[in-house]
């Protein structure tokens, strides 16, 4: 039986203690929406914990009384993976923030999974390492949220994603028992936990890999006079078989943005702008460099800016990692699309955004991993505006359609959330979209833990729809 509100206050201030529970409006209204931003719920209450026996006794309380958790990190997330689709208890893990262990001879580190992405590799750069995954939002996205959502970054294209530097979880599962998952013989249950997008249990503490720090790197800016000539170097780099660690692309709706907001020098006509990094022993980064030069002039670039010192990196960098946030500016909502296509099909794909968008009339800009075909359309608009939600979200599954006739994915990095949840099933087959809803019954026979998210688990999940949307998808 689900709790009245003052006992439900009280009993979960039994476990985490009054100062670490939230209710009330201005909390609901907080914490019913993520990044995602369009669509909402409300929880009841917010609570705090302080480390993993403190979650596991919230999670067992949520069990015994029938109540749905939502786990939450800095609530970046883009799919709307920590909005709490049914109520209920949004777990925080804004207080798991420690780093416990660093073994440098063994190349790792293990900390709360509430700490900043970026405060990883501070911890370890003096030493000669990182933590190799670097999603845009780093400065405040969690390593829980890291894991759950599989995230990617810009230098994704050289060093892989999340998944590829976790070597060990600390889960309270969704009945609220604490697993010790790490990778071994037999079913490789942490590759089923990182990914899971919360909906597995929640992941307090990790063991994350650290990748030394390469002896040389250098970054470039590229203008160019056109999207599509921007779109041909990538194919071009990717085509001649070089692999830079990073290939990100801006168009000139995201450089206006970023000029007004932090200022940025580029040449009149300039409509896109790609960022490159190569890095790794001196020589080879060199010849690289060369080469991703050559394929830039060969495809008509207009200026080449290249980073002198670590102060200019970072500048070039600010460039492309504050893009998003610049484009407060043009309205109150964005909306950032994901998805993938092979990098051969980047430029009719990008005149096919221009096109849905014109077509559904709101802004778009794009701002994205171009070296591994992981497209960001950003929709730009007024939520209030009657209809345009929906025209929003039609726009971007007329985007997802292409990708997948284009022979892509549905999602690059931002994961499924609600956002995507009624478009797996046109990447997977019925048998296969059973299975994954059986994966899920198998961690928990109750949807409890984030109902709603990923594969639709629960009656109540096309209620929400109704009732968000008027319709049910
Ligand atoms: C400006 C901007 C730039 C971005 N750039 C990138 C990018 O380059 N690459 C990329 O991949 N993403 C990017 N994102 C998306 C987002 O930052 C990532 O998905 C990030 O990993 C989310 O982390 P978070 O701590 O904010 O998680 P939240 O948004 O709080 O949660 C995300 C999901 O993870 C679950 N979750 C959170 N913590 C835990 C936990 N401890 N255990 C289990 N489940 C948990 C939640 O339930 C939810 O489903 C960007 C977002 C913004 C706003």
Redesign the pocket.
Known sequence: MAAAQSDLRGDLAAIVGDAHVLTGPAIERTYDT??YGVEHFPPQAVVLPADTAEVAAVVRYCNAHGLPF??????????G??MPALGGVVVS?KR?TKVLEIDLPGRRLKAQ??IA?ARLSAAVAADGFEFAP????QS???????????????H?LKYG??AQHILAVTLVDASGHVREVARGPGYDLLSLVVG????L????EAWVKLTPLRPRVETALFSFASVRSACDTVAAIVAAGVLPAALEMMDERILVAVRSAFGLDYPDGTLAMLLVECDGEPAAVGDEMARVVEIAKNNGTLQIQTAQDEAERARLWHVR?KG??AMGRYAPTIV?HDGVIPPSKLPDMLDFVYAVAAEAGVGVANIF?AGDGNLHPCFYFDEREPGVVDKVVAAGEKIIHRCLELGGSVS????I?VEKSGLLAQMFDDDSMRLQLDFRRIFHENPLC?PC?VVPDNKSCVEHKVRWRGVAT
């Open positions: 993520d990044a939502t786990p939450r990190g800095a609530g970046t997330g883009l799919s993976g920590a893990t798991l999974t509430g992405n670097d999603p845009s939002s405040v996205s969690t390593l829980g949220g890291n894991i759950a959502e599989n995230s990617g970054g810009p994704t994603v999340t899971a997008e919360g909906t249990g929640i992941v307090t990692k998003i946030g950032t991993h690059g990095e931002h994961g959330g984030n998210k």
